[in-house]
């Protein structure tokens, strides 16, 4: 049996760079994965992926859309087992060239938005008494950073709710974890000023792959690591050890 046989979850920001691994992978892994993005044009792309993974239009900053997507997955598949709250946006400013809609941007679509998704599926996992989410974090949001204001504020954020999620939520059996990813190889970062000084600092000498990182979800989605909740999990080549 697969490791994610019979499951059904649903992965944010899954046009970008590790969503679409996170989304191969799971599907690869037997389960149906509810592969989420901004707009129709995005998740046109899982239309040729096999019945197993499907596109949702979804903006994970409406409530309205969390609702609907929490609809379809509970109507055509009556669970959801997992949550991958991966979506984000990085727009790279130094604390006083941080405006206040940019800084209400980055909270709004890296943070809030994971508050949300936790809200919208706990109900259906508790009753099930069964299941995990994984929020996307990142590096930046475990240290003080330079010139990236916003992006590692609301990474900080994340970190945060996951560890308040994990507590309130392990008397139903949900487990939540974050990974924070280091510098990985996505459209998100590929023009990263300063990207080859930053490789330069990790030990394992290059960037990350967004197969790396979906393998690492992959491994908390499993209720193989049934004992594993409320942990922040790098995947960095090293650069925060
Ligand atoms: N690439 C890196 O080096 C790196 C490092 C640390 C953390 N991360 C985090 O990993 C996650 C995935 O990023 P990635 O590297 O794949 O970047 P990416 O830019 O390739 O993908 C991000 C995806 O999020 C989607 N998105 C943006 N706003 C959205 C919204 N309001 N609603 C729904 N979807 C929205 C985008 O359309 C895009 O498909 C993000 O949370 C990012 O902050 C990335």
Redesign the pocket.
Known sequence: MQALEGRVAII?????????AEAAAFAAAGATVVA????DD?VAQFADAGSEIVGLK????REDDWQRVVGVCLERWGRIDILVN?????RPAPLLETDAASYDLHM???AR?VFLGMRAVAPAMMEARSGTIIN?????GAKGTVGIFA?STS?WAVRGMTRSAARELAPFNIRVNAV??????????SAREGREAFIGKVPLGRI?H?DE?ARLVLFLASETHSYITGAEIPVDGGYSA
Not at 36 to 39: A, E, G, P, V
Not at 180 to 189: A, F
Request: overall charge negative; hydrophobic content about 40%.
């Open positions: 944010t920001g899954a046009a970008g760079g590790q969503g679409r989420t993005d901004l707009s995005l979804h903006d994970v900053t991966n979506a984000g946006i990085y709004n679509v890296n938005s996307i974090a990142s590096g930046a992006y990474k924070l990813p280091g510098l990985i190889d996505t459209p998100m970062v990350g967004a990182v």
